[in-house]
């Protein structure tokens, strides 16, 4: 099976905050892709972040980082010292293997009280 | 580039009638995707094209949605004839392989 489980419906923070969003995904490929997106009360979906399988190395961006583990098939994600502008909901999907198609986790909405 | 553009932005339609959603993907992608957003599903793939070809359409709801890809570049999602429960946001994406781009997505209500 191939499967996103974003356990996490809904979180809610002060600002300035940490916190984590948590995604375990599902597939038996040893190539594949995990991703976040974020989507904004605007609607679009805005491409936060790619990682290939075999790239385990964790990413820091500014205030958003990202803990890929595959033994616990996990690709977490952490905003540190979140403001009101990160309420959006996230979205983290998996690419299996080379298909091209991009298989979404129910998204976490987050929201950011001053 | 512009990116994956989508039209309409907005679609307001009465049950019945025939609704059609456009796509023009990014120049040099090979793949193609519709999906569709609600409250109560998330984001469902319907359909996704590799080289123009309908790779998988078991997303597609019933025989009222037709999706196409008369060529490399453009797409069409129709529904006929539409009803309430269809309306959704309506996302087209495109991608050369190991990453998804997404249009901005219609919104389409059907009365």
């Known amino acids: 099976a191939q499967k996103v489980t974003q356990a996490q419906t809904e979180i809610s923070v002060v600002e300035k905050e940490d916190v984590t969003l948590d995604c375990v995904y599902e597939?038996?490929?040893?190539?594949?892709?995990l991703f976040w997106y974020k989507q904004p009360p605007s609607g679009e979906l805005v491409f936060l972040i790619r990682?290939?399988?075999?790239?385990?190395q964790n990413e820091i961006s500014g205030r958003y980082s990202w803990n890929f583990q595959k033994s616990t098939s996990s690709f977490n994600f952490t905003i540190t010292a979140s403001q009101v502008v990160d309420s959006a909901v996230y979205f983290c999907?998996?690419?299996?293997?080379?298909?091209?198609?991009?298989?979404f986790g129910q998204g976490t909405t987050l929201q950011v009280k001053p | 580039d512009a990116g994956v553009i989508q039209s309409p932005r907005h679609e307001v339609t009465e049950m019945g009638q025939e609704v059609t959603l456009r796509c023009k993907l990014i120049?040099?992608?090979?793949?193609l995707f519709w999906y569709r957003q609600t409250m109560m599903r998330g984001l469902e793939l319907l359909i996704y094209?590799?080289?123009?070809?309908?790779?998988?359409d078991s997303g597609m709801p019933e025989d009222r949605f037709s999706a196409k890809m008369p060529n490399a570049s453009f797409s069409t999602l129709k529904i006929q004839p539409s009803e309430p429960r269809d309306s959704a946001v309506y996302f087209c994406?495109?991608?050369?392989?190991?990453?998804?781009?997404f249009g901005p997505g219609t919104r389409l209500t059907v009365l």
């Open positions: 994406a495109s991608s050369p392989r190991d990453r998804v781009f």
């Open positions: 597939t038996r490929d040893t190539t594949y892709y």
């Open positions: 990682r290939n399988s075999f790239d385990e």
């Open positions: 999907a998996l690419i299996p293997s080379n298909t091209g198609k991009l298989i």
């Open positions: 120049s040099g992608h090979n793949s």
């Open positions: 094209f590799n080289n123009n070809v309908p790779i998988d």
